[in-house]
Every structure is written in structure tokens, then in C-alpha cells.
């Protein structure tokens, strides 16, 4: 947007440590300072930007104050949940103030009459799981990263995960945000109540916003009735479009909704249960090129093994190899571990490896056109390209291995190139350059590029009706 922007000044600090005491803020410590410079993808391209002060508010009534301060003197805000955000849309390129939720982090109600829980938005999003699980309730909203991000993080980034074929993502499971806006006025957005036709909603929009609208300071999430019996099977494919088939029998043939249907390529998974040390079946197989890991659930132990049997089946018929059902929760607890921590597996090959932050996603159909795609792409760059799928939302996660002529500080760049493309094919076969991962910096420009003016032109009206001033979180989405 081009404005100037005000620096913090001591006179500044001095005005924040009255507003959250002087504990509550860290300022001129370079290595603490920097560590609310970073976020996953820092940890990735090594992108780091130091705020000039960080401060950690335990109240809205504190955030607000704050953001008063800042905006009276133009000076940027970043919100800041965990830290784990892949685009970098927590790292504050223009310094300023990161603001920090991680002492708003009280659970401060689970309404069971309402189905609802009320929480402050540097709660984990685990820790929520796990209360409201006490009173036979389910939040079915679940990053992979359940167990570190924030539920203030999930609603700024829309956060997705494995389970979203099921129950949908973070935006399907928020009732209700106290937010406070650029200017420090505190807006209750939503509320107890599972629908409205009442105007424009400010709620959806704040929601994926990435901390550029407002900062979220309160959430109302939604509660489903939990319990029930869980089953997760693995089933070897001997080639990726069978994949598809099959996942698409399942569903429509079989009316069997999954809570979860994950993809991994041969090398992903086998490399991942090595580095482990993990032994899961199928992994000696020459035939099999892919896998699905499937979780199924039933309400009662009777209608859960019907469904394993049906879907079972017809994995069969279409194509499968075979199918192995965990027996045990170790059985389980293996599986998932392979799944949800494939990252540093690929690096038992010896070579640079880079984990692409950046997600795309497709329309399903589309999905093994985008599977031959990436081959093509691997080929023509001459890099091995990994896939990690959240198959069934057609939302591809990659990592690419270094080939040996590229330079070791050549390689990020190089990487970035392939991974533009990969979003550029995503774009023409009807999909977006993100799933879950968000905007941030990573895509801020090949996002512009696939948005109509007249799209931009409506951000920027949004924007500035929320932050006249575009201090929060300049430099992001737009
Ligand atoms: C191992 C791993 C697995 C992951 N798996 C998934 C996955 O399955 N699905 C998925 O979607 N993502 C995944 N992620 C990415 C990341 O965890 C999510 O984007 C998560 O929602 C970020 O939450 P956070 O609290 O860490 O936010 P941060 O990284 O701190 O911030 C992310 C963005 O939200 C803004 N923000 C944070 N809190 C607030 C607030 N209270 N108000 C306003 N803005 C705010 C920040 O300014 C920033 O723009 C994964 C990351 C890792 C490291």
C-alpha cells in the first residue's frame, strides 16, 4: 500500500509495558526477538524478519490498548499464534509489533445445552479436543500440526488437515469471533447459532484472513457429538489413477464417507517408516506404487465392521492389492505417525531435500491429471517429486530432491521455480495454489496474478474498510 510506517521508540515500549506489564514484553533481545521473527517456513528458506518489539497480551481489553498505540503511530502489527504457519504469513517483514496470543490461552466455557465450546485464541488446538472429548463432544477441526498451532492460527489461516473430507475445514467449525479491528475497537462477530441470513458477514471474511482484517482475540467454536469406534486401514495400489477409482467407488457407490483418506506415494511412506523405524505392511511390495490411508468410523462396533467390510470390498474390486486393518492402537498410532511426520524420511536418500510449504489443490477428478503432471514436471526439471496427498479434497502436498547439478545455493530458488509451476498447473486444471497452507509470503504473487482486477479491487476495499492505515500484517495476501 505504501505507507510510511511509524517505529517503535522507547516512549512506545514504555506505553506497551503499562499496557501488559513488563513481563510481557521482549524488546532489544536479538535471539528472542527473532524466534517471533520466523514460522515453519523461515525453518524451510531460512526467511526471517525481526520485529521491533513482541508483546504478549492477556486480555482483549490488552489487545485492544495495543492496537490503539499502534495505530495512532502507523505501526505495523503482526498477529502471532504457534508460529507453525508454512507461508509465512506470521514472519512480520515490515518489523513493526508482533503480538503474540500465547497468554490467551484459557478454555473459558463447553456449553453441552449449546454444543458449543468458548475459547481465547491462543488455545492449542489439541488441548480444546481434548476437554470438550471429556464431556462427549467432538471440535472435528484438525490441523496436522493439532498438537502445536493455535485455534486463533487455524481460523487466520483456514487450516484444513486430514479430516476435512469428512467434516470440513476450520471455517465450517466457527460460530462466533470477538475480534479487535486496526483502529482497537472490539467487535463480537457471530454467535451461538448454527445459521444466519443477516447481512454481510464479517465473521467468514475475517476467517482465512491471515491476520490482515483484525485480530482474533475469542472464538465460539461448534461441538458434534464424539464417540463411536475408529478404524484405520492401509491399502497398496499399484498405480495412482487406481487410487482415485477407487476413493470415488467408495464414496458414491458405497455411501461411505471416511473421516479420512490420505495418499502417499511409495517413496514417501517407505522412507517415512524407515527413518521411524517403523514396519508396516506392504512396504517390500515391487507392485505397489501407492498407498491410501483410510480412516473409517462407526458409531457402534457392529456398524463400523459393515463399513470396514463394504469399503474394504470395494477398494478391492477397484483395484487395490490388498488392505491391512490396524489391530491394535500402536497398530494406529504407527500409521499416523508415518503419515503426519513424512518430512524428514526423504532425507535418508543423502540428498537436499525440499519440503514444499506450498500446498495446491484440485478438483477431484482432476486429481490424476495432476498426479501425470507432476511426473512430467519431475522430468523436465530433473527432480524425484514426492506426493503427500489429502487425496479426497484433491489437496497435494510435495517434496522435491535435489538433482546433483544444481548448486546447494542454488537449490531454494530452483525449488521456488518448480513450485511455481506446480501451482500454474494446479491453476489450469480448475484448482488454487492453496488448500490449507494460505497465502502469506510464499504465494502473494502468483495469487495476485490469478485474481481478476476487479477481484483485487474489492480486496482492497475490504481491507481498507477493515485497516484504513494497513498496519496489520502489511505485506500479506495483498
Ligand atoms: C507439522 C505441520 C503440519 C501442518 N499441517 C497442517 C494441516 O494439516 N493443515 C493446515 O491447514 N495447516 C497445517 N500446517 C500449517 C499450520 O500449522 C497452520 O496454518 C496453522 O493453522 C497455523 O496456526 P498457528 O497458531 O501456528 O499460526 P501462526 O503460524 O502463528 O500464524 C499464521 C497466520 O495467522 C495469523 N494469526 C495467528 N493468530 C492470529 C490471531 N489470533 N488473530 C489474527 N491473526 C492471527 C498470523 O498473523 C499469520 O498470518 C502444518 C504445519 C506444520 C508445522
Redesign the pocket.
Known amino acids: 500500500m505504501g505507507q510510511l510506517y511509524g517505529t517503535v521508540t522507547p516512549e512506545i515500549v514504555e506505553k506497551l509495558k503499562s499496557i501488559v506489564g513488563e513481563k510481557n514484553i521482549i524488546f532489544e533481545d536479538k535471539a528472542k526477538l527473532q524466534e517471533y521473527g520466523m ?2 517456513l523461515s525453518l524451510i528458506t531460512g526467511i526471517v524478519a525481526e520485529p521491533e518489539v513482541a508483546v504478549k497480551p492477556e486480555s482483549t481489553a490488552q489487545v485492544s490498548a495495543i492496537m490503539k498505540l499502534a495505530s495512532s503511530h502507523k505501526i505495523p502489527v ?10 509465512g ?2 514472519i512480520p517483514t515490515s518489523r513493526g509489533i508482533v503480538l503474540s ?1 500465547e497468554k490467551m490461552n484459557k478454555i473459558l466455557e463447553v456449553d453441552t445445552v449449546d454444543r458449543v465450546a468458548v475459547v481465547e ?2 488455545v492449542i ?1 489439541k488441548d480444546l479436543c481434548r476437554k470438550v472429548e471429556e464431556y462427549g463432544l467432538m471440535y472435528a477441526g ?4 493439532t498438537e ?15 479430516k476435512v473430507i469428512k467434516y470440513g ?2 471455517r465450517k467449525h466457527i460460530l462466533g469471533l470477538e ?1 479487535v479491528l486496526a483502529n482497537g475497537e472490539i467487535l463480537q462477530l457471530g454467535g451461538r447459532y448454527r445459521k444466519s441470513t443477516w447481512g454481510y458477514d464479517l465473521m467468514e471474511t ?1 476467517i482465512g ?4 482484517l ?4 475469542r472464538v465460539i467454536v461448534n461441538l458434534i457429538p464424539g464417540g463411536g469406534k475408529i478404524l484405520d486401514l492401509i491399502v497398496p495400489f499399484p498405480d495412482t489413477e487406481t487410487v482415485v477409482q477407487a476413493v470415488s467407488k467408495m464414496i458414491v457407490e458405497g455411501n461411505i464417507f471416511p473421516v479420512a483418506v490420505e495418499f502417499m506415494d511409495k517413496l514417501c511412506l517407505t522412507m517415512s517408516a524407515k527413518h521411524h523405524e517403523i514396519t508396516l505392511p506392504f512396504t517390500d511390495r515391487e507392485d505397489v506404487e501407492a498407498y491410501l490411508i483410510i480412516q473409517l468410523h462407526g458409531n457402534t462396533q457392529e456398524e463400523l465392521e459393515a463399513i470396514y467390510e463394504k469399503a474394504g470390498e470395494l477398494c478391492l474390486e477397484n483395484g487395490a492389492l490388498d488392505v491391512f486393518a490396524a489391530e491394535s492402537r500402536r497398530d494406529s498410532e504407527n500409521i499416523w505417525k508415518v503419515r ?2 513424512y ?1 524428514p524420511g526423504l532425507r535418508l536418500l543423502g540428498k537436499q531435500v525440499y519440503n514444499n510449504p506450498g500446498d495446491v489443490i484440485v478438483p477431484f477428478a482432476k486429481v490424476p491429471e495432476m498426479m501425470r503432471e507432476l511426473r512430467k514436471l519431475g522430468e523436465k526439471y530433473n527432480t524425484t517429486i514426492a506426493v503427500v496427498a ?1 487425496i479426497a479434497d484433491g489437496n497435494f502436498h510435495t517434496l522435491y530432491v535435489k538433482p546433483d547439478e544444481v548448486p546447494p545455493e542454488q537449490w531454494i530458488d530452483y525449488a521456488k521455480k518448480v513450485y511455481e509451476e506446480m501451482t500454474e498447473i494446479a491453476l489450469r486444471l480448475g484448482g488454487v495454489g492453496s ?4 497465502i ?1 509470503l510464499l504465494k502473494k504473487d502468483i495469487f495476485l496474478k490469478s485474481k481478476s482486477p476487479i477481484e483485487i479491487e474489492i480486496m482492497h476495499g475490504i481491507k481498507k474498510a477493515f485497516d484504513p492505515d494497513g498496519i496489520l ?1 502489511p505485506g ?1 495476501i495483498i
Open positions: 514460522d515453519t503482526t498477529a502471532r499464534g504457534a508460529g507453525t504457519g508454512l507461508a504469513s506470521a496470543l485464541a491462543g488446538t484438525y490441523p496436522m500440526s502445536s498451532s493455535f485455534i486463533g492460527g487455524n481460523v487466520a489461516t483456514n487450516a484444513g488437515g486430514a475445514n476450520t475480534v475475517i484472513s491471515e491476520g490482515t483484525a485480530i482474533v482475540t503426519e511426520e518430512g489429502h488448500g490449507e497452507h494460505g502469506g500484517n500479506k
